[in-house]
């Protein structure tokens, strides 16, 4: 994911292993130079309500989810998401697959939980990544860690989809 882009209100963001939504821009009164307000996701990682030295920048669901981050610290730190339509690429585009790497993480969990040997066999892997690498022909898809942080237009969406999307 991209770093060092300018922050923009609601676009959503991974700063460590932590998530957030930017819900502010600006200046910050009595400090100096630009400032980024992030509300987290998890209210214990913030420090206020989106307000500092009295005065009010944005508002958060909780009142400690809120902070206040300096443009350069935001721009060092914050990994960007992605769009709609480059998660669905990236999960399901047409790319280099290899079905003995697919049974790979299979044969990782079953070791890990303690079954020595139980082989795992992935039959078929090249047609069912052929079938879903076509976005076009998909009725559902599944976006769930995929960081987004922006939806794409509906009719750009509807161009790759090549018929109406609905969320």
């Known amino acids: 994911m991209p770093h060092g882009a300018a922050p923009r209100p609601g676009a959503r963001v991974h700063i460590g292993n932590c998530k957030a939504t930017v819900r502010y821009v600006g200046e910050v009164r009595g400090q100096t130079g630009p400032w980024v307000g992030l509300e987290w996701d998890d209210a214990a990682r913030g420090k206020n309500d989106g307000s500092t030295g009295g005065q009010a920048y944005f508002s958060c669901r909780s009142p400690s989810a809120g902070s206040f981050l300096r443009l350069d610290k935001y721009n060092s730190q914050a990994e960007l998401g992605c769009t709609v339509l480059e998660a669905l690429q990236r999960r399901y585009g047409d790319q280099d697959f290899n079905a003995d790497q697919a049974a790979e993480p299979a044969e990782q969990v ?58």
């Open 110 to 167: 079953s070791k890990a939980e303690g079954r020595k040997g139980v082989e795992w066999q992935f039959i078929g892997a090249d047609k069912v990544h052929a079938k879903i690498s076509q976005i076009q022909s998909l009725d559902k898809a599944t976006l769930i860690n995929c960081c987004i942080s922006s939806v794409v237009r509906p009719l750009m969406l509807q161009a790759c989809c090549g018929r109406p999307c609905r969320s």
